[in-house]
């Protein structure tokens, strides 16, 4: 038995031979996943270039480049933390709710095959809270913040796009200053969601479906929030943002690999009920890379009082440019993990770098 503990042993293995499966068959294989997925296998190659650590000592200390992608289990990990602490320094002093816009099945084929539609669940969604501020006073045309993420991915790794929403619970109007939010009407934003998104649709989709579903949905498509309002909004930042920073599933719930077959659990979302299931390699890898996003496609968003061009937001205060970079570097982020300098030889002494390209000649 080999046991896999990383996605990355699986693509090192099988993506050659997937993609020469998906060639024979005729299966459409997007570039950006071929792209994704072999800058994993080839994270922390040292052939693919590194930096050299020297000291006066004699020590040294190789460190090889990283592939940054967010289908890398390691590299997914870092970015899903350096997002999750640029929202946090976004947001409000208030409270926050965690608001999720989900869509009915038979919409999903949909925005799989068009997934420029994905643009079109994220604006429906804040759509449906801002006109909803709106009509409560238009005379003050009341804004809140909001900050969306999109996860297109269930435990089992169906494809199930919806939206996760952290929104301030204020409003500010043109005369009016901050006012607290004190009830959100669930029932009411579940058909104004649904009249949303599928007048946005109309171009996309067959009008006899949208009629369907508007006879199965009477009332509305599912919009859930927490019954609990006082969450720690540290870590719901924290809960929405992990899924666009890191591979669709953990390494740990990979359980083994052996004659071609991935076994892999998870607990369902209905009962809570504990679940392996045993898939071939080739199913399993078409179903990781239908969640790679397209290129340039941005997974998170803000909106209202979040948004860049926003009084609010402008007034944010920001790090300094030289402060930003030292934040988000390799060897401040290792200190700030793992509590020491990466750098630092065992004299005392603190190593210099020098970076080492890949021979490409």
Known sequence: MLLV????????QQWDNFAEYAKANNLAVRSICDEEIRK????????KGFTIYECDCGETKFVPFRCKSRVCNCCG?????????KVKSKLIKCSHRHIVFTIAKELRVYFRKNRSLLHVLFHSAADTI????????????????????????????????HIHMLMAMVKVGETVPFQKLKFIPFEMLRKRFMTTLLHNLKEHIPKSLIDKLYIKYPD??????????????KDVVNYIVRYIGRPVIAQKRILKFENDIVTFCYNRHEDGEYVEENLHV????????IHIPDKYFNMLRYYGLYATGHDLYLLKKKLPQHLERQRNSWRIRILASFGFDPIRCKCGKIMRGTIVL???S
């Open 5 to 12: 503990v990383a996605l990355k042993e699986i693509f090192k």
């Open 220 to 233: 509305g498509f599912y919009v859930h929030a927490p019954s609990k309002e006082d969450v720690d909004v």
């Open 77 to 85: 990990y870092q970015y899903q933390k350096f997002r999750a602490e």
């Open 282 to 289: 080739f199913e399993f890898i078409k179903k990781v890379i």
């Open 130 to 161: 801002s006109q909803w501020l709106l009509n409560k006073n238009k005379s003050q045309k009341f804004k809140t913040g909001m900050i969306s993420t999109l996860h297109t991915f269930g435990r089992d790794l169906k494809w199930n796009p």
């Open 358 to 360: 890949p021979n490409t």
């Open 40 to 47: 994993v296998i080839d994270c922390g190659n040292l052939a």
